[in-house]
């Protein structure tokens, strides 16, 4: 019985010596917000360090998925966001040549000032995705009908 009694109380000044190891590591306000590794958390969760983690989900709650690039392209239109245009390459080319960056992505002085949502920043990365692969297409499009002239005139 005094085996046990010795353990239980060495287990106990273990888990106190720990909790009071970590208790500057993990701050929970009374507002409900949680900081690890941050004594202000500003947030329902800050952490000020890296997150390791298997997989995050993010619920789009609003946000409007970039199908209206598409949706655009195909049918003149998108009810998804009917205020959507895709710039033309020259138009593109000539936001850039004025900006430095490209059109509804913030400049680097701007990430670097006020950091990136990543669910808004991620919806606007498959956007120029999405306008990436229809310019590739068209001027895939483009090659083949010069490839069609070509042949014609050496003929």
């Given at each position: 019985?005094?085996k046990?009694?010795?353990?239980?109380?060495?287990?106990?000044?273990?888990?106190q010596?720990?909790?009071?190891?970590?208790?500057?590591?993990?701050?929970?306000e009374?507002?409900?917000?949680?900081?690890?590794?941050?004594?202000?958390?500003?947030?329902?969760?800050?952490?000020?360090?890296?997150?390791?983690?298997?997989?995050?989900?993010?619920?789009?709650?609003?946000?409007?998925?970039?199908?209206?690039?598409f949706?655009?392209?195909?049918?003149?239109?998108?009810q998804?966001?009917?205020?959507?245009?895709?710039?033309?390459?020259?138009?593109?080319?000539?936001?850039?040549?004025?900006n430095g960056?490209?059109?509804?992505?913030?400049?680097?002085?701007t990430?670097?000032?006020?950091?990136?949502a990543?669910?808004?920043?991620?919806?606007l990365?498959?956007?120029?995705?999405?306008e990436?692969?229809?310019?590739t297409?068209?001027?895939?499009?483009?090659?083949?009908?010069?490839r069609?002239?070509?042949?014609?005139?050496?003929?």
């Open positions: 019985m005094q046990w009694s010795f353990l239980v109380f060495v287990v106990l000044i273990s888990i010596c720990s909790a009071q190891r970590n208790t500057s590591s993990i701050i929970v009374n507002q409900g917000k949680v900081g690890i590794g941050t004594a202000t958390p500003d947030e329902l969760l800050t952490v000020k360090g890296t997150i390791h983690t298997r997989e995050v989900q993010v619920d789009l709650e609003g946000a409007v998925a970039p199908d209206y690039v949706e655009h392209y195909l049918t003149g239109t998108s998804r966001l009917p205020s959507y245009e895709r710039r033309s390459l020259q138009e593109l080319a000539a936001y850039i040549r004025s960056h490209l059109p509804n992505i913030p400049s680097a002085a990430m670097e000032k006020e950091g990136i990543l669910k808004q920043f991620n919806l990365l498959l956007e120029k995705i999405e990436l692969t229809l310019y297409l068209e001027q895939q499009k483009e090659i083949e009908q010069l069609e002239k070509l042949s014609k005139l050496e003929e």
